[in-house]
């Protein structure tokens, strides 16, 4: 039997488009392309054999003239509600990079207008599908230290250039810490986030404008604490994560979450650290080609996977929890419990078609 084929409608040919590409499988046909820059469509077309007529420098002129089933939105996040709102509004599913918008209520809004479309919304969070946090998953999954209540988080690192944060009100949120937020909820599949106390700031030697370093505290369900710091401004590589459990304790160091040279430790209860190789086994690969493997599926009918725009509501509570702490001088903000981002916690009937 062939393999289904999905045509896909690319925008914003810049660098994650370039990450995601090599990741693709047979699957994917890409139809049209849109861009501004003329180099980038230049160079889109050599890539994929694409035809004159299947180069837009607009958005909206590509959906009126091109057949596809997909559009994948990679453009610049204050661009993403509108662009998204006009592919679901034609009835195409849609995969946009994080964060899928700046701002929750936005979100949920996508999020409605996707099932009322009946299409889906997905949102390139992939970093959860890394040799590192699947390791740290399986070992936690299988009761490696017991029952977490405890985590120090880690991880940032020079970034003197802002580039494309340039102007970024929240560059360490939006840039880096929706991708670790999203990892803790793949690590704590059962554990609901309840609040999180937030403290950003910019050191000297900073070129970002916002607060390029952010300092929390995050509490979940089940009694797990956990203190997070990530950023972009310091001074060498910095990833360290360590989780205290009921039985002992992990420690992960590194250079950053995107790094697959990491080295485990395991301590018993009370007893001393030793090297622990959790992630022999697990294979190492681009975590975006699991995750197309997954939206794939999805596209054509498949399982909801823990990236559709639904499941990432999470995230973007935990995101805007986070700002709105920092804008009220680092008071606790309630996150799951909290009415403003209630559509991120409701149950809803997986069996309803409306659910995707
Ligand atoms: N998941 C990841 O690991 C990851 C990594 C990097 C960036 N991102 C996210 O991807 C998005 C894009 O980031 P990037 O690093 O690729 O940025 P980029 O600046 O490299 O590329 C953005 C592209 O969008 C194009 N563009 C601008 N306005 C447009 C419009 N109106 N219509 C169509 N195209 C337009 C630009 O010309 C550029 O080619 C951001 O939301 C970012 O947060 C995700």
Redesign the pocket.
Known sequence: MSEPVIRCLW???????G?MRPQLGPWHRAVGV????PE?RAAAQVAWSLPDSALFAD?DRALAAVECDAVII????D?HFAQISAAIAVGRHVLA???VTNDFAEAATLVALARARGVTLSV???IRYNRHYRSVAAFLAAGGIGEAQAAFFMNSKPRPNPA?LARSDQPAL??NACHHFDSFLALFPDRTPEYIACDGFRPSWSTYVGPCMVNATIAFSGGLHLLYHGGFSSQAPMYEFRIEGSAGALRCRGLHMSNDTMGYEVAPALGQFASSAIDVGVEAQDPFRPFFAHWRDYVLGGAEPPFSGRNNLKVMAMLCAAIDSLAGDGRRVAIAGNPRYEAAFARVDAAAPSAR
């Open positions: 925008v914003g040919l810049g660098a994650v488009t990450i849109v861009d501004p820059r980038a958005l990679n453009t610049p996040a661009l990079a994080k964060p390139g969070q992939q494309n939006y840039e």
